[in-house]
């Protein structure tokens, strides 16, 4: 789909602030420690010590002063940061919802005034909608759990070594459910055979992100493309679609959660800014890489690498 992208490779790290937080106590207490022992060997060395002392003293006070000022700037800088990123996420969610709920009270209400009773045709076109906005009511549901169960690192998933193709086509057949009938070309070719290590429920939800995320970011013509393969001792799953493609700079964030790229792109396409977070978690939890290739206007690919079972 177009020419070579330009690829930037996410790697999968988890930022601790443990050690964060131990380098602002030291800085902290160690000033505090050091005007302590200032002031046990003035003591001990009598009054021709009292200039030096002083010094010692106001400067290290004035350090503890400066660290103490920093920490409270850092823990409430991130606590503002946390309940702005609870809001967006509320107000997203809230978004997110109201169109496919909206969709079914309209088709249901039709339904129920017996408007279609003399159309076959239509009766069953309000039918296939009211499922397939469920559909993207459940998969949304699913997101906001699944991440909130993987921040709690309470995400059970259950390794079992099988070729990966099966969590691949159950993640084609829901996404076919919460599209229209040819809304979407999705070209599907699954090679891979090799065994590996996965939760296939898991894979699906990877696989449905992905495909929701080329829905999303690709506006006219949609096309994706689904291929699993065997490569290097790897087990390979690519999504590619023919979208409106990440910037250059954006591409070594767009896995953080709630992250999403510039206004002008973000106004075309809804969404809660943990999709492709939950994907980078789940590839991360099978012991996995995941890539992006992408240009802008030309499409993009997200490629995930993951481990097979030798013998």
């Given at each position: ?24 106590t ?5 000033p ?79 339904l ?51 070729p ?10 829901r996404f ?31 696989v ?104």
């Open positions: 789909m177009g020419k070579k992208p330009k690829t930037s490779r996410i790697r999968l790290r988890n930022i601790s602030q443990t050690g964060i937080i131990i380098t602002l030291v800085g902290i207490l160690l505090v420690l050091l005007s302590t022992a200032v002031g046990i060997v003035s003591l001990a060395l009598g009054e021709e010590s009292d200039y030096l002392v002083v010094a010692v003293l106001i400067i290290s006070f004035t350090a503890a002063a400066i660290g103490g000022a920093i920490t409270v700037s850092v823990l409430l800088s991130r606590r503002a940061r946390l309940v702005r990123l609870q809001a967006d996420l509320l107000a997203n969610v809230t978004h997110e919802l109201r169109t496919p709920l909206s969709s079914i009270r309209m088709y249901a209400q039709t129920l005034m017996g408007r279609l009773e003399q159309d076959a045709n239509l009766t069953q076109e309000s039918l296939e909608t009211i499922i397939r906005e469920t559909e993207w009511l459940e998969t949304m549901i699913e997101r906001v759990l699944t991440w909130r169960a993987a921040a709690k690192d309470r995400e059970s998933i259950k390794l079992n070594a099988a990966i193709n099966n969590g691949v086509e159950d993640a084609l057949a076919a459910r919460m599209v229209a009938h040819r809304e979407v070309q999705v070209d599907s070719r699954l090679e891979s055979t090799s065994l590996v290590r996965h939760d296939p429920a898991a894979i699906c939800t990877l449905l992100n992905l495909l929701t995320n080329a829905y999303k970011y690709t506006l006219t013509d949609k096309k994706v493309a689904v291929r699993t393969s065997d490569r290097n001792g790897l087990a390979v799953i690519e999504v590619e679609d023919n979208g409106i493609g990440i910037p250059q700079k954006e591409q070594r964030r767009i896995f953080d959660p709630f992250y999403r790229v510039d206004q002008k792109i973000r106004s075309k396409a809804s969404g809660t800014g943990l999709g492709l977070a939950i994907v980078r978690y789940l590839v991360q939890a099978h012991g996995g890489e995941i890539d992006v290739e992408s240009t802008r206007g030309q499409g993009s690919r997200f490629i995930v690498s993951l481990p097979v079972v030798d013998g």
